[in-house]
């Protein structure tokens, strides 16, 4: 069947099963393939509509291009078929999708090189299929140019006889086979701690970016102040930076991921050396949430950060976004 259509078995017993990825130019096309006549066709469109009008939920919940994927093939033989009726699939909801024309160019080509050929909305639905499926941490999945990166690399492994703590034979034999799962699988000479699901959000990085970038203005500005402003500050800042103007870090040990800010503010001090010459050697750990205050403190010194072009904060400046941590009604 799949030969004289000119797709792929997978497709077909999807459009035995009346599976709704199939397209309904393949549906169509495949008919008289299989022997069936015009009027053949016309038959089954007509009886599939009259067992719709029957039944109130088909008549009310799908689309009227649905009554000719109703129609199941069920049973080829010497150029004869016979078919019945399948209920057609849960509804699905239609939207509109705008898309460039080069986006709609590397789209029409991508179907040009599938088997069968699909319309454009069959395809965008493979390739969300694919792209969702890609991007489940579960799945571990590689791409021709990955895996010939990671044989070349096997072989330099080999050759230099690296004896490391992942087995490049292993990990290979893996990948020859389709046994991507084994990756992450908990065996000797595998990789499985690369494989995790703990990857950063974007908001969180520039979240903590931002604080660190706040503090440091706070802290430069504050060392070279007189002891007479110090002293004015300590004196006005009803909170936790008045006598100690000092970045404390994040809570490692706080219930609402802030110790996920704790870990991304230690790699880009320690490890990428970003406001190192602040912050660097210092324990960030601050054993109480401060996320939220941060996030306070912020709002108010967005607006200053702008105008800070080759200057300092202020006294004025350092008290109100420091009184800002607390949340006071004058500091928002």
């Not at 800010?261 to 109480?288: P, Q």
């Amino acid at each position: 069947m799949a030969r004289r259509l000119g797709s792929t078995q997978s497709r077909v017993v999807k459009m035995e099963a009346a599976d709704r990825s199939v397209s309904l130019d393949l549906m169509m096309r495949s008919l008289p393939t299989i022997g069936a006549t015009a009027t053949d066709i016309a038959k089954w469109i007509k009886r599939a509509e009259t067992a719709r009008a029957a039944s109130s939920r088909c008549a009310t919940e799908y689309p009227e291009l649905d009554m000719v994927r109703c129609i199941r093939i069920t049973y080829v033989h010497d150029s004869k078929c016979t078919v019945d009726y399948a209920m057609p699939p849960l509804k699905t909801e239609r939207f509109e999708l705008r898309l460039d024309e080069n986006i709609l160019t590397r789209i029409d080509h991508w179907r040009s090189q599938q088997g069968d050929v699909p319309a454009r909305a069959e395809a965008m639905r493979r390739l969300v299929e694919t792209g969702l499926a890609r991007s489940s941490p579960e799945v571990i999945a590689f791409r021709p140019a990955d895996k010939l990166i990671l044989a070349m690399l096997a072989d330099l492994y080999k050759h230099l006889q690296v004896n490391g703590e992942i087995d490049a034979e292993l990990v290979m034999s893996a990948l020859y086979s389709g046994h991507y799962w084994a990756l992450n699988w908990q065996a000797p000479g595998m990789p499985t701690h690369l494989f995790h699901n703990n990857e950063d959000k974007k908001e969180d990085v520039t979240f903590v970016v931002d604080v660190l970038d706040m503090w440091d203005f706070i802290e430069t500005a504050f060392r070279k102040l007189p002891k007479h402003d110090k002293n004015r500050i300590a004196a006005e800042v009803d909170g936790p930076f008045g006598e100690h103007v000092r970045f404390l870090g994040f809570d490692a040990h706080s219930q609402n991921s802030e110790s996920g800010l704790l870990h991304i503010a230690e790699f880009i001090v320690e490890k990428l050396g970003s406001f190192k010459s602040t912050f660097g050697g210092r324990d960030l750990d601050s054993h109480i949430p401060m996320a939220d205050k941060y996030r306070r403190m912020i709002r108010v010194f967005e607006p200053i950060r702008r105008t800070l072009i080759g200057t300092m904060l202020s006294t004025d400046q350092l008290i109100k976004v420091l009184n800002a941590a607390k949340g006071e009604a004058g500091a928002e």
